[in-house]
């Protein structure tokens, strides 16, 4: 197996980050530095910033209806952190992508460094979709001027909006939508409307590329 997979298979690393990792000096084959390419047998030992890895025997992922009041990290500094809702068997596990704390639905995790990357990586463009609460109703102009691009600090930022006229908000008052996009960056959705004067009360995701979150209740997890 090449060095490259092997790392991804034995890290939550994709492929491409491995190969970055082998050229920055971070990874070692029996103690001696690994060269991009270089095949792994049985008996090889692999140590990544000296920690010893290996690949698990299989690839598990699984889905999670997160919580609001929850940090997606190892360290939540004073709040809880979603690897509390794990059981032991999957406390390994990465997430694929982030929701911040005031943000609730569907997070994938997963050991499967290649499958973190097709599901991350701005080039394959997988579909989110949101279920997201304004504070005051979205007029048309700001709806097209959203749907065509604001300038946000770190780009632009396009997102596809529906009114959802038929669905109660959870919050009184609130206004509800679904929101598309096939981006990702920090707090994209709520930095969006505010540059327009509006709140995001609440941020559900519904989907993540081909996964749904259909009936799964919050705080559960269900093997995908």
Partial sequence: MRINKYIAQASS?????????????RVQINGQSAEQGQEIGDTDTVTLDGRAITPPVKT??????????YVV?????GSPTIYELLPAEYQNLQPVGRLDKDSS??????????LANELTHP????????QVTLDKPLTPDDKTRIEQGIELEDGPSKLEIKTLENRKSVIENCHLYEVKMSEGRNRQIRRT???????????????????????LQSGKIKEI
């Fill in 193 to 215: 409307f505010a540059a327009l004067g509006y709140k995001v009360q609440t941020l559900h995701r519904t989907h993540f590329g081909d996964h749904q979150l259909g009936t």
């Fill in 13 to 25: 690393l994709s492929r491409r980050k491995a190969d970055e990792a082998i050229a920055a000096g």
């Fill in 60 to 69: 598990i992922t699984i889905m999670l209806n997160k919580p609001v009041g």
């Fill in 73 to 77: 990290s190892r360290n939540g500094q």
């Fill in 105 to 114: 639905g569907l997070l994938l995790l997963t050991n499967d460094g290649d």
């Fill in 123 to 130: 080039s394959h463009q997988k579909l989110k979709i949101y």
